[in-house]
């Protein structure tokens, strides 16, 4: 389960991306977080992963405080998958990525081949033409469903999808990408989804979080209950983020009451 209690983070020298949010996420979900560019979708996530240290507040993953886990335990616990992070790629080669970051969670060499062998056939034939590749030779359409497969193969307990890069993926690319969505829910993995290519995670999400450029408290609501207002729907459907953000009360200048608080997950939203 994530937690997050009234969490503020700003950078420096600038106003706050974070103020005062709320959230609670179940386990074993999968959440679309929604909102323009700037409105602290990738904060969130970042701090999440314990990448970022949050100002004020306090988020926890199954009880733990990210950024304060070991380097092993949490690779156990979360990854990100983002073009934004790849200056955690050290290896020199896409196969040696994948041994490093399984090492850290004592995979043996059975079990990586036999998570590789279990991955999407897209997922698993990108990471296999890419294998003796340096990890940043590849298009970043490519590095990023490397990165999925890596993370499939370490398998955290939550995963976080930033900028999935869907306009730039083929058909079959999108299939194993909701492939792995689905299968990491049914094993009860919690999974927030970033990206511009909206309409590709319908089938796949259960929720919507939905922020303002500068918010306090990102909005929710159930898949179910977004799609069948007519308007968003049309809007979704079309990738209108700005239009879908003033059309469920989170415009630019959003800032709700601070303290707000967002609970999130299948249809009880």
């Known amino acids: 389960m994530i937690s997050v209690r009234d969490v503020s983070f700003r950078y420096p020298d600038q106003a706050a991306v974070l103020q005062s949010i709320r959230i609670d996420i179940p386990s074993g979900v999968n959440v679309l977080l929604l909102g323009p560019n700037g409105c602290g979708k990738t904060t969130l996530m970042g701090i999440l992963s314990g990448y970022l240290k949050p100002a004020a507040g306090c988020v926890t993953l199954d009880g733990m405080q990210p950024h304060k886990l070991?380097?092993?335990a949490r690779l156990a616990a979360v990854m990100v998958v983002s073009q934004r992070y790849h200056f955690e790629v050290m290896a020199t080669t896409v196969q040696d990525e994948l041994l490093r970051q399984a090492s850290r969670v004592r995979l043996s060499s059975d079990d990586i081949r036999a998570a590789v062998s279990e991955l999407p056939d897209t997922v698993r034939l990108a990471y296999e033409s890419a294998r003796l590749s340096h990890p940043l030779d590849l298009t970043?359409?490519?590095?990023?469903?490397?990165?999925?497969g890596i993370a499939c193969v370490v398998n955290p307990r939550h995963l976080?999808?930033?900028?999935?890069?869907?306009l730039d993926m083929t058909c079959s690319e999108l299939e194993g990408v909701e492939t792995v969505l689905a299968s990491r829910r049914s094993a009860g993995v919690t999974t927030l989804i970033s990206t511009h290519g909206l309409r590709h995670f319908v089938s796949t999400c259960d929720s919507v979080l939905v922020f303002g450029e500068r918010t306090q408290g990102p909005v929710h609501r159930s898949m179910d209950s977004l799609l069948s207002d007519p308007a968003f729907r049309e809007?979704?459907?079309?990738?209108g983020i700005h239009a879908m953000t003033e059309l469920l009360g989170c415009p630019p200048a959003f800032t709700p009451a601070a303290g707000s608080r967002a609970l999130i997950g299948g249809q009880q939203c």
């Open 70 to 72: 070991s380097a092993r």
């Open 140 to 148: 970043p359409s490519q590095l990023w469903l490397v990165l999925l």
């Open 160 to 166: 976080l999808l930033d900028e999935v890069p869907a």
């Open 235 to 239: 809007l979704f459907l079309t990738n």
